[in-house]
């Protein structure tokens, strides 16, 4: 079983719409939960954390679900330029940072 | 500005040839990881070293090698034993402190065997 599992889309949006990403985790011990983004042919970029309480960052929000093991992000008012993919990466220790496949959004106009 | 830099961009390998990925970075940063990515895939960990001169294996270190002789630096070999080495590499480094840091990467080596 996979550490980290993600839907890999695409997701095909219009703009302004809101859209939701899901991901699981297997192990029960996870610690740190981030949302990066990665753009076509370029290295990852920290989007947020994932904190126990939820967070936002202006239109993204994140959420973790300890007892159903599974992160989520929540993007409102979809912009072009959130075409990506979003990695979601979880952590058991401090050591290996587990990383999804990715979930592909597209922003049509 | 302090970040990651990967050298080179873009690397052909011949068959049978080892190569050397380079990765410096001026955060300060303790700890340091190279992951490979293959296309629709998620990132795997070859190697990563927590402090100088001591480093660990990832989930598929077989056929690659490092050294940390420095903290800003984390050189990666490929080596020829390594099968399938065409794939998109990237370092990363974080401070080796609690988990809520995550990775800052660098802008990733493509590496092409001919």
């Known amino acids: 079983r996979k550490e980290v599992e993600q839907d890999p889309g695409p997701f095909n949006v219009p703009e302004g719409a809101t859209v939701a990403f899901n991901c699981t985790y297997s192990n029960s011990a996870s610690q740190s939960f981030f949302w990066y983004r990665q753009d076509c042919r370029k290295e990852p970029k920290l989007l947020m954390s994932v904190y126990s309480s939820g967070n936002e960052d202006g239109r993204f929000t994140a959420q973790l679900n300890r007892a159903s093991q599974y992160i989520s992000l929540l993007i409102r008012d979809s912009k072009l330029s959130d075409s990506a993919t979003y990695l979601c990466?979880?952590?058991?220790?401090?050591?290996?940072?587990?990383f999804g496949s990715g979930t592909k959004l597209n922003v049509k106009p | 500005d302090g970040g990651i830099t990967q050298s080179p961009k873009y690397l052909f390998r011949k068959e049978g040839q080892n190569v050397t990925l380079s990765c410096e970075q001026n955060?300060?940063?303790?700890?340091m990881y190279w992951y490979r990515q293959d296309p629709g895939q998620g990132l795997r960990l070859i190697y990563y070293?927590?402090?100088?001169?001591?480093?660990q294996k990832g989930d598929i270190a077989e056929g690659y090698s490092v050294s940390r002789e420095k903290k800003e630096s984390f050189p990666l070999t490929v080596t020829s034993a390594q099968k399938n080495p065409t794939a998109f590499y990237l370092c990363?480094?974080?401070?080796?402190?609690?988990?809520?840091?995550?990775?800052?990467f660098g802008s990733g080596t493509r590496l092409t065997v001919v």
């Open positions: 955060l300060n940063h303790d700890a």
């Open positions: 990363a480094s974080r401070p080796n402190r609690d988990g809520i840091y995550g990775y800052t």
């Open positions: 990466v979880v952590t058991p220790n401090f050591n290996k940072f587990y």
């Open positions: 070293s927590q402090i100088v001169n001591d480093f």
